[in-house]
């Protein structure tokens, strides 16, 4: 049943389809910053295995916030690797372990891409779906990912 919250069907498919773009995004990057916990070494080894945790824990949050708006808004979350492979708008970087500072620049990189991604997709979501909910989602998104560059960036200054 689609709900009727005053969102026309095509504008909700639309958003569900941008949604679903944002969730694999967070799938990705939540994937690459488990792998970094799994594997920083070197004598910050604790620290950072500890801040990529809180960063994994927190993005798992985030991937499920971002699947219930997608119900909330009549669709269906998409859930297996191939669908978030095809869908991500970010690079993995597969045979790769970087050293721990390279690790953090990666991470950095990625969340500054999610926060310009969110730019547009908050834009979008605003103007051409008449989402302000889902545009106010984003922006909470958005600033969490803020958050985390910021703190990446602080290691790397």
């Not at 639309?14 to 679903?20: D, R």
């Not at 991937?63 to 690797?81: F, N, P, Q, V």
Request: charged share 30%.
């Amino acid at each position: 049943m689609q709900p009727k919250i005053g969102i026309a069907e095509k504008s909700l498919d639309k958003t569900i389809a941008l949604l679903s773009r944002i969730l694999s995004d967070e799938v990705t990057l939540y994937t690459k910053t488990r792998k970094f916990h799994w594997n920083v070494y070197g004598e910050s080894f604790m620290e950072m295995h500890k801040l990529f945790e809180s960063q994994y824990s927190e993005l798992e949050e985030t991937i499920d916030a971002i699947a219930e708006r997608i119900s909330k808004l009549g669709g269906k979350a998409i859930g297996t690797m191939q669908e978030f492979i095809q869908n991500t708008r970010l690079k993995e970087s597969p045979n790769k372990y970087p050293d721990p500072k390279e690790m953090m620049k990666e991470l950095l990189g990625d969340h500054e891409s999610v926060i310009v991604l969110l730019r547009k997709d908050i834009e979008i979501s605003a103007n051409k779906n008449k989402d302000a909910g889902t545009a106010d989602f984003l922006t909470g998104l958005m600033e969490q990912h803020e958050t985390t560059a910021w703190i990446l960036r602080r290691y790397l200054a």
